[in-house]
Structure formats: C-alpha cells, structure tokens
C-alpha cells in the first residue's frame, strides 16, 4: 500500500486509497458514471480464469486515460491470470537516485531481460512506440485518402465528360468558353462547400460521441492546419478533376459536337 500510494497518483476525486487491498478497486470517473457506482458499492467483476469476485469500491479518479477505467490489487490478478508476472514496477529512490538506481542494476543481474530505466529513459521508450504506431495509422490513413481521392476525380472527370454535348448546346445559343468554364468553377466550389458541411458534420459527430465514451465531455480534439489542409486538398483534387476535362470537352467545333453520335 505505501508503495501505491508513492508512486502512483491517480488523482483520486471521491474515495480514498487507503487501505487498498484484495477486496477493494477503484474506477475512473467514466467508468464510474457508466456504472453508476460510488465508493462503498460493491462491484462484481470477472477475473482472467472466469473467477466472479465482489470487489468494494474503494476511490474514484480523475485520470482514467492515462491509468485504465478499473485498477485492482496486483495480488489479486496474479491469482487469477495464466502469466502473473509484472511487465513492469515502479520504483521511488531516494536524492538523485543514482545509487539507488546502480544498487538496482546490481540485484538485477541475474535475472535476464530485466533491465533499470530511469523516467526519461521510459518517456523515450513510449514515444519511440507511439511514433512506430503513429507511422503506420498515417501510412494506412494515406492508402485510404489516395483510393478515395481516385475514386472522386474519376467520377467528376467522367460526370464532366459526359456533358460534352451540353456545353455544345450552350455555346451554340450564345455561352462563351469563358463563361462555360466559369459557370463549372461555381458549380466546384458548390461540391467543396457542400462536400465540406456534410464531412465536418458527421466526423464532429463521431468524435464527440468518441469523447463523451472516453473522457465523459463533449471536447473533441480539431487539428485546424490539419483540417484547412485536408479543405484545400480536397478544394484543389475538384477543381483539377472539373476544369481539365471540361476545358476538354470545349476543345471541338459545336455543330460537330452536337451532330456526333455519343
């Protein structure tokens, strides 16, 4: 229990840590709401082998996020699961830590693949990971963009090509290429207003439903570069897929154009 209470600060809102044990657990404030409980309830919880245990609820905290929604007593998950050993133990040393830190090492030894880090050497550690994982969400993330992004100009690019005849039509009774060409720049910045209302709408939709699972708020995140970038993207892939075929379809004579067989 001294050692839980050391090194570990989650930030306890309602409840109280002491005298945590066996058959106690504590829950982040979601989870907390969700489940409708408060310290002194009683929580049935099932364990790794299938075990039901009644666990009373001891605290409620504030960092679910960077801690988990339900923290138990590692004596009693170690009972319970095929592999009980920590992946790893915290550890408070005394001044600069550094003899603490050496005595550590020393005990270590002879166990192999257990080494001594020190907080930012972990922090290193965790960003390393994050940024591998990142990596990859971005490279799948771009996958996704590139396919959509084809899909998209291919289905401007033929809806354009398709009106051939109509532009014809129109120059035939008096439309200038200028104004032809004018009145498609409209008609795309229309599809990139449209397109815009309609995509910021349903994502802020998800990520708030998102947020209010993860943190119990209705905060989403925005990266604003991020989003006038993915506008201006989008902006630049409708007025190319638009204004190049229609540019195109303006190149031949209208009596010939309208006479020709589609």
Request: proline share 3%.
């Given at each position: 229990m001294q050692g839980l209470t050391t090194n570990w600060d989650p930030d306890v809102s309602r409840g109280s840590l002491k005298g945590f044990g066996d058959k106690s657990i504590a829950m982040s404030e979601v989870c907390a709401d969700h489940l409708g409980k408060k310290p002194g309830d009683t929580l049935k919880v099932t364990l790794?082998?299938?075990?039901?245990?009644?666990?009373?609820?001891?605290?409620?905290?504030?960092r679910g996020l960077g801690f988990g929604d339900l923290t138990m007593s590692h004596d009693l998950v170690a009972r319970h699961v095929d592999n009980p050993l920590a992946s790893s133990v915290l550890v408070k040393t005394a001044g600069d830590g550094k003899a603490s830190r050496e005595q550590l090492t020393d005990a270590v030894k002879r166990f192999p693949g257990i080494g001594v880090l020190d907080r930012t050497q972990v922090?290193?550690?965790?960003?390393?990971?994050?940024?591998?994982?990142?990596?990859?969400?971005?490279?799948?993330?771009?996958?996704i963009i590139a396919f959509?992004?084809?899909?998209?100009?291919?289905?401007?690019?033929m809806s354009v090509s398709d009106r051939t005849r109509e532009f014809a039509l129109l120059?035939?009774?008096?439309?200038?290429?200028r104004q032809v060409m004018s009145m498609l720049r409209i008609e795309s910045a229309l599809i990139v207003l449209v397109a815009a209302v309609l995509g910021t709408a349903i994502s802020l939709a998800v990520l708030?439903?998102?947020?209010?699972?993860?943190?119990?708020?209705?905060?989403?995140?925005?990266?604003?570069?991020?989003f006038l970038g993915v506008l201006g993207f989008a902006a630049v892939l409708t007025a190319a897929a638009t204004l190049?075929?229609?540019?195109?379809?303006?190149?031949g004579r209208p009596a010939d154009v309208i006479n020709a067989r589609q």
């Amino acid at each position: 229990m001294q050692g839980l209470t050391t090194n570990w600060d989650p930030d306890v809102s309602r409840g109280s840590l002491k005298g945590f044990g066996d058959k106690s657990i504590a829950m982040s404030e979601v989870c907390a709401d969700h489940l409708g409980k408060k310290p002194g309830d009683t929580l049935k919880v099932t364990l790794g082998d299938a075990t039901v245990a009644e666990l009373k609820v001891a605290a409620v905290y504030e960092r679910g996020l960077g801690f988990g929604d339900l923290t138990m007593s590692h004596d009693l998950v170690a009972r319970h699961v095929d592999n009980p050993l920590a992946s790893s133990v915290l550890v408070k040393t005394a001044g600069d830590g550094k003899a603490s830190r050496e005595q550590l090492t020393d005990a270590v030894k002879r166990f192999p693949g257990i080494g001594v880090l020190d907080r930012t050497q972990v922090d290193d550690r965790q960003a390393d990971v994050q940024q591998s994982n990142a990596e990859v969400n971005y490279l799948a993330m771009g996958l996704i963009i590139a396919f959509t992004a084809i899909a998209v100009a291919n289905t401007l690019a033929m809806s354009v090509s398709d009106r051939t005849r109509e532009f014809a039509l129109l120059r035939l009774v008096g439309t200038t290429r200028r104004q032809v060409m004018s009145m498609l720049r409209i008609e795309s910045a229309l599809i990139v207003l449209v397109a815009a209302v309609l995509g910021t709408a349903i994502s802020l939709a998800v990520l708030t439903a998102f947020s209010v699972g993860m943190t119990g708020a209705a905060q989403p995140s925005i990266d604003l570069p991020m989003f006038l970038g993915v506008l201006g993207f989008a902006a630049v892939l409708t007025a190319a897929a638009t204004l190049i075929p229609g540019r195109v379809a303006l190149g031949g004579r209208p009596a010939d154009v309208i006479n020709a067989r589609q």
